[in-house]
Nanobody
Framework: VQLQASGGGLVQAGGSLRLSCAAS????????MGWFRQAPGKEREFVAA????????DYIPSVQGRFDISRDNAKNMVYLQMTSLKPEDTAVYYC????????????????WGQGTLVTVSS
């Protein structure tokens, strides 16, 4: 199984980025997907998750209304649209796959991808 995240970069505060995660080697449409992040010197934290149907999503409060998770099961892709970015959003962002969004949110994803760095300058 491979989860390949991309789309990170340097952006000014208030700007936007869209992260993508390409999945392979798993029956993608049967997995819930999530995004996590880890800032320098901090623990990894859950950011967002989406059910396998795409009909239900979950976010941490600090990104609610600014970030949007979506998926395309035909392309085996999951996305994280990030808007109104803040310096505190700076982190390495990881995508993950699991059976349920609650499981992913608790950090017990089955599969993890490598990260993509997002840097938000003030």
């Amino acid at each position: 199984v491979q989860l390949q995240a991309s789309g990170g970069g340097l952006v000014q505060a208030g700007g936007s980025l869209r992260l993508s995660c390409a999945a392979s080697g798993l029956d993608f449409s049967t997995y819930s997907m999530g995004w996590f992040r880890q800032a320098p010197g901090k623990e990894r934290e859950f950011v967002a998750a989406i059910t396998w149907t795409g009909k239900s999503t979950d976010y941490i409060p600090s990104v609610q209304g600014r970030f949007d998770i979506s998926r395309d099961n035909a392309k085996n892709m999951v996305y994280l649209q990030m808007t109104s970015l803040k310096p505190e959003d700076t982190a390495v962002y990881y995508c993950a796959a699991g059976g349920m969004t609650a499981t992913i949110k608790a950090g017990y994803a089955e599969y993890w991808g490598q990260g993509t760095l997002v840097t938000v300058s003030s």
